[in-house]
């Protein structure tokens, strides 16, 4: 059973350019979580979807994010214009259910490490 | 004040020597998480627990809910646990935002 999945491992771009993060759940898993490690600090929450709908983006910056999670395919966080802020470590998390609600349970992926020139 | 606090921040021992690492919270929570992060790796979710005592291998977690307090320990330590270690709490009940801890740096010498 494949844990979640990310990809690319590591992205470069120079500013101004797209990025564009990918992530497969756990198999079975339906609800997905976008979070952004700084250097040296904690992971933040950016936004959690479920298939077709996102639920909570409260975390999301308001511009040049977004994020979505088609009925087929993997979740993808796009991130427009990038700068050298941007520059992170960017995990995706899911997370099973029981009865229909998340068990609270968060597998992690290996993250995707962005560097913006 | 921070709502998660760990300590130490840094800790350095020898193979085999037993570790702990402690976390306290402020805020009230229904569960708590421990987490584990290699430099320049993923994050491996080691613990949920909400009460009492959880074992997996030579980790074990315990959480104090009263006391806001929880621990972990590593039994007969190995170079390969030389991570970072954080305790995260649910902030307001949900299952996804968490509020992190700083982290603890372990280095397990052989």
């Known amino acids: 059973n494949a844990g979640v999945m990310q990809n690319p491992r590591h992205l470069v771009r120079r500013r101004g350019q797209e990025a564009r993060l990918r992530c497969s759940p756990m198999?079975?898993?339906?609800?997905v979580y976008w979070y952004r490690q700084l250097p040296e600090e904690g992971l933040k929450f950016m936004v959690y979807?479920?298939?077709?709908?996102?639920?909570?983006e409260s975390g999301m910056p308001k511009e040049r994010f977004s994020a979505e999670f088609p009925k087929e395919g993997p979740s993808i966080l796009r991130i427009q214009q990038v700068v050298r802020g941007d520059s992170a470590a960017y995990f995706c998390?899911?997370?099973?259910?029981?009865?229909?609600?998340?068990?609270?349970?968060?597998?992690f992926g290996e993250g995707s490490r962005l560097t913006v020139l | 004040k921070n709502e998660v606090e760990q300590s130490p921040q840094n800790l350095t021992a020898q193979e085999g020597e037993f570790i702990t690492i402690n976390c306290s919270y402020s805020?009230?929570?229904?569960?708590l998480h421990w987490l584990q992060q290699h430099p320049g790796g993923g994050i491996v979710s080691l613990f949920m627990?909400?009460?009492?005592?959880k074992k997996h291998g030579r980790l074990i977690a315990t959480i104090n809910i009263q006391e806001k307090h929880s621990s972990l320990h590593i039994t007969a330590s190995h170079p390969r646990d030389s991570a970072v270690y954080i305790c995260a709490a649910p902030f307001m009940d949900s299952n996804y935002q968490l509020i992190w801890g700083a982290g603890t740096k372990l280095i397990i010498k052989p």
């Open positions: 805020v009230g929570i229904s569960a």
């Open positions: 627990l909400s009460s009492g005592k």
């Open positions: 998390a899911s997370s099973p259910l029981l009865a229909g609600v998340s068990t609270g349970e968060l597998f």
């Open positions: 979807l479920q298939k077709e709908n996102i639920i909570d």
């Open positions: 198999k079975g898993h339906s609800h």
